[in-house]
């Protein structure tokens, strides 16, 4: 576990049921649920459910089982909006010049209309 992840961030209350959250999808090692403050018709935020701070958190210390648990749920998010054909985007926020939020994974996962260039 990462010493520096903070255990009061918003979805690890999300992990613990301490508040609530719309879910999409969930498996051992990951859950998926809807944005609170949605920018697309579809926008579903995707975490591991083990203390990761971000990406590269995960990626370096994740166990693999964690891993392709984590990236098979968001696929089957992407089948479970039915957005595989129709194209999404998924994008990480991570550390200042990413404008990360909150301290815990994710993934967004964003669909439902034409979601225009990347980067303004
Ligand atoms: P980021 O800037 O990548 O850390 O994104 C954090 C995201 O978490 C934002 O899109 C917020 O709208 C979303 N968010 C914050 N609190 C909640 C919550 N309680 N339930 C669902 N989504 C949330």
Known sequence: MNNKYDKTNIFSKIL??????????????ALAFLDINPQAPIHVLII?????????????????????????????????????????????????????DVPHFHVHLLGGKNLGRMIN
């Open 16 to 29: 613990r049921s301490e508040i609530s959250c719309q879910k999409v999808l969930e498996n051992d090692h």
């Open 48 to 100: 591991p459910r083990n203390e990761y701070i971000d990406f590269h958190d995960f990626t370096e210390n994740g166990s693999s089982q964690e891993i392709s648990y984590f990236w098979k749920l968001v696929n089957d998010v992407l089948k479970n909006k039915n957005v595989s054909e129709s194209g999404f985007r998924i994008i990480t926020n991570s550390g200042l010049d990413g404008n990360q």
